[in-house]
């Protein structure tokens, strides 16, 4: 069965500052990765996925996460926040099969202080 | 431009009462799927279906049924059996690529 696990359900940076988002996986075969960001009372949106091509994903708005297969993670970062950068994140995993279902992380609310 | 439509986004149901949210998708997806929001818990899956005529249930089916008579729609009908439907609901539609999901902009299902 696949899992992921998002450490920290609330994280506070500067603006300015990396931004760090950590996620680690569990799944038997290869994974499917995708990190999503949630905007208030908004649907979710595709930030970046991995999907077994190169390890290291540079997705929309500045966001890059590093698939580490021995580490099981596929952390997200930004190497400088922007008050807009302020939402909620998730991490999921699928296992790219014939369902495709993604498991959620329970998300990582982000705040960015001036 | 293709995207994925839910409507209303806000809907307030009496004690009781049965109602439906909409969704609907001009992506020509296979699979769709219906997720609740609530605060600190994540993305729970309600439902799924991954091709025309057929669906599963997923984590908190009870209280809760879809049709899939089209390709492009995938109705959520939120019944008086559910005891707690105050949420966001959110609706995504998926090809069968594992390009990830497409949401829609969700509702929000109040009470009262």
């Known amino acids: 069965a696949q899992s992921v696990t998002q450490l920290g359900s609330h994280v506070s940076v500067s603006e300015g500052a990396l931004v760090l988002l950590r996620c680690n996986y569990s799944s038997s075969v290869p994974p499917y990765l995708f990190w999503y960001v949630q905007y208030p009372n908004q649907g979710l949106q595709l930030l970046l996925k991995y999907t077994s091509a190169a390890t290291l994903v540079k997705g929309i708005n500045g966001f890059e996460a590093e698939f580490k297969k021995s580490e099981t993670s596929f952390h997200l970062t930004k190497p400088s926040a922007h008050m807009s950068d302020a939402a909620e994140y998730f991490c999921?995993?699928?296992?790219?099969?014939?369902?495709?279902?993604?498991?959620f992380g329970t998300g990582t609310l982000l705040a960015v202080q001036p | 431009d293709g995207g994925i439509t839910q409507s209303p986004k806000y809907l307030f149901r009496k004690e009781g009462q049965n109602v439906t949210l909409s969704c609907e998708q001009n992506l020509n997806h296979d699979a769709m799927y219906w997720y609740r929001q609530d605060p600190g818990q994540g993305l729970r899956l309600i439902y799924y279906s991954q091709i025309v005529n057929d669906f599963q249930k997923g984590d908190i089916a009870e209280g809760y049924s879809v049709s899939r008579e089209k390709k492009e729609s995938f109705p959520l009908t939120v019944t008086s059996a559910q005891k707690n439907p105050t949420a966001f609901y959110l609706c995504?539609?998926?090809?069968?690529?594992?390009?990830?999901?497409?949401f829609g902009s969700g509702t929000r299902l109040t009470v009262v």
């Open positions: 995504a539609s998926a090809d069968r690529q594992g390009h990830g999901y497409t």
């Open positions: 999921a995993v699928s296992d790219g099969g014939a369902t495709n279902k993604l498991i």
